[in-house]
Structures are given as C-alpha cells and as structure tokens.
C-alpha cells in the first residue's frame, strides 16, 4: 500500500487501535504510555507514533482543530486497517455540574459542526459507538477519576462561542447556546461529532473522552471555575480503555 496522502501513513503499522489527540504536541506525550513507542512521521497536521498495549499495536496521531481535518486522518486512517478510534481532547463545561478538571465521556454531540452534514442528512444522530464508550466508563471507574456522561456540544467556530456578541449572526448564536445549556448538554468541543459521524460512515467504532478546561456558565455565575488544562487523566483512561477492550475481545 502506498502512503496516504494527507497522513502519510500506510499499512504496515498493523493497528487496529487509534488514539486521536487534536494537538501534535500531545502525541509523543501519550505514546509514552505504551510499551516500546516510537515516532512514525508528520505531515501537515498529522503527528504519529506507534506502540505496543497488550501485544497490540496501537496507532496515535492528531487530528489537528476542527472537524474536516478530523475527518480526513479519520478516513485515511481506516484505509490503513484502524477499525476503533478514541478521541482525547478538551472541552469548555456547560453544564453547571461538570467543572475543570473534571472528565467528559461523550455519548453523543450536537451536530453545530458541517462536516458531518457532507456524509448523512441532518436528521442522522452523531452517536459514540456503546462498547467503546462503556470501556472508557469502566476505565474511568477503575482509575477513580471524576467522570461525566452524556452529549457534548460540537461547533466549527472557537471564537464564535467565545465572542458571540462580535458576530453578524451572534443572536442565533446566543440562542442556540441557551438551548444547548437548557437541554443539560455537558460541555462544547469541535471534533466528537465528525468522529461518531465518519466511523458509523465507515463500520468502525469510536468513543471521546474530553478534558474540562473550565466552564464559561460557572463563571458567569460567581460559581468557583477552576482551570485545568492537563490531558493526563484523559490520557490515562483511553488507555486503560483500550486495555479493557483488548482483553474483552480476545
């Protein structure tokens, strides 16, 4: 097989496993928690290393911001035989239950993103995929991590949701995100939802695990918002998640 052109990867990793940091930065980070990593290449965006969990090679690589990049390191990343992706990444809370530091399992996303309206019609839910997602609950579970479950909000634009006011179409912006913390959806990120979306496309499964940095609506209520923004929980509960799922499906 010849290398992908965006990911420049091609087979002979034998993965069937990804973990998928958005940062480059985060890659070498987490491979470090595998057994004999070592860097595979980069380009563009697209950061690999490969190691081994369980005698299983397992494949990182960021996905750099935002779902069409998302979608494509997914999509050349199947070609290459990978058939389980977990997202790490990070998120801002909404929901006044979940602070940062805390975890977010994703179970499900508003499709606010467009990458995904070029794959299925809108009426197609954005869903983890549930055996990959109870690992990541057990994982959590058995590293006794503070967790949280349920749907995240997915956008295209960072500072759309950051400085709403500043744009032409800030009063659907402002309503929507009022119907997002009305409806209990835990925290905003950009990238869970072409995820769910491309693998179901697929056949693959995939599940997201999401660091809470802090929480814009604590904030705007005097309610304590502290700021976390080390990955290494996450980190830690993909892995342990995939460990679980190794074993579960020998």
Same mark, same amino acid.
């Given at each position: 097989?010849?290398?992908?052109?965006?990911?420049?990867? %091609?087979?002979?990793?034998?993965?069937?496993?990804?973990?998928?940091? *958005? %940062?480059?930065?985060?890659?070498?980070?987490?491979?470090?928690?595998?057994?004999?990593?070592?860097?595979?290449?980069?380009?563009?965006?697209?950061? +690999?290393?490969?190691?081994?969990?369980?005698?299983?090679?397992?494949?990182?690589? +960021?996905?750099?911001?935002? &779902?069409?990049?998302?979608?494509?390191?997914?999509?050349?990343?199947?070609?290459?035989?990978?058939r389980n992706f977990i997202r790490?990444?990070?998120? &801002?809370?909404?929901?006044?239950?979940?602070?940062? *530091?805390?975890?977010?399992?994703?179970?499900?996303?508003?499709r606010m993103d467009g990458t995904p309206n070029e794959y299925v019609p809108i009426e197609f839910p954005s869903v983890a995929n549930f055996e990959l997602t109870t690992s990541l609950v057990s994982a959590a579970k058995n590293l006794n991590y503070k967790y949280h479950t349920g749907i995240v909000q997915c956008k295209d634009s960072f500072y759309g949701q950051h400085d709403p006011e500043r744009m032409p179409i800030g009063y659907e912006l402002k309503n929507k995100w009022d119907a997002w913390f009305k409806s209990n959806v835990l925290a905003s990120e950009m990238e869970s939802s072409t995820l769910f979306i491309v693998s179901q496309v697929l056949g693959a499964r995939a599940a997201s695990i999401l660091n809470v940095i802090w929480n814009?609506? $604590?904030?705007?209520? &005097?309610? +304590?918002?502290?700021?976390?923004?080390?990955?290494?929980?996450?980190?830690?509960?993909?892995?342990?998640?995939?460990?679980? %799922?190794?074993?579960?499906? $020998?």
């Open positions: 097989m010849e290398k992908k052109y965006h990911i420049n990867l %091609d087979d002979s990793h034998q993965a069937k496993y990804a973990v998928l940091p *958005g %940062d480059p930065g985060r890659v070498e980070k987490i491979a470090a928690y595998l057994d004999n990593p070592k860097f595979l290449g980069q380009n563009r965006e697209y950061t +690999s290393w490969l190691g081994q969990l369980e005698n299983e090679n397992v494949l990182i690589m +960021s996905t750099g911001m935002g &779902g069409p990049s998302t979608a494509i390191g997914i999509e050349e990343l199947f070609q290459t035989g990978i790490v990444g990070t998120c &801002g809370g909404i929901n006044l239950e979940v602070q940062g *530091g805390d975890l977010v399992i994703a179970t499900g996303a508003v814009q609506e $604590r904030s705007k209520r &005097g309610l +304590s918002d502290p700021h976390q923004h080390d990955t290494d929980m996450a980190i830690r509960t993909a892995i342990e998640a995939i460990r679980i %799922d190794i074993q579960e499906n $020998r």
